[in-house]
């Protein structure tokens, strides 16, 4: 059974930094397509910053570009989503998707139903 798990989020200060952290366990896999989005309650899923982590390309939101940088340690098969510059407007529930094949990490930003695996996702509160 495939489990994803986030962890890291809290509440931080504005201009403050914080790194999120998901573990996919429960699949071998070689190449995966991996996710941040972001859910406000009452507004649609946002695409935070996706990796392709064969290819190592990344997709970056324009809310978050420059402050964002989404990783992937494949020996760690650990996601990571480091955080800085932090906004009161980066307020959400984050949430780590994956799929077990190969992507074009544009093209698939603005379709979270292509992600199979999904967290239960962690609150990330940020202060003015």
């Known amino acids: 059974q495939v489990q994803v798990e986030e962890s890291g989020g809290g509440s931080e200060q504005a201009g403050g930094s914080l790194r999120l952290s998901c573990v996919v366990s429960g699949v071998n896999y070689s190449a995966y397509c991996m996710a941040w989005f972001r859910q406000v309650i009452g507004k649609e899923r946002e695409a935070v910053a996706v990796i392709s982590t064969r290819a190592g390309s990344t997709y970056y939101g324009d809310s978050v570009k420059g402050r964002f940088t989404i990783s992937h340690d494949n020996a760690e098969r650990t996601l990571y989503l480091q955080m800085s510059s932090l906004k009161p407007e980066d307020t959400a529930m984050y949430y780590c998707?994956?799929?077990?094949?190969?992507?074009?990490?544009?093209?698939?930003?603005?379709?979270?139903?292509?992600?199979?695996?999904w967290g239960q996702g962690t609150q990330v509160t940020v202060s003015s």
């Open positions: 998707a994956a799929q077990i094949f190969w992507c074009s990490p544009a093209s698939v930003a603005k379709r979270p139903e292509f992600f199979t695996y």
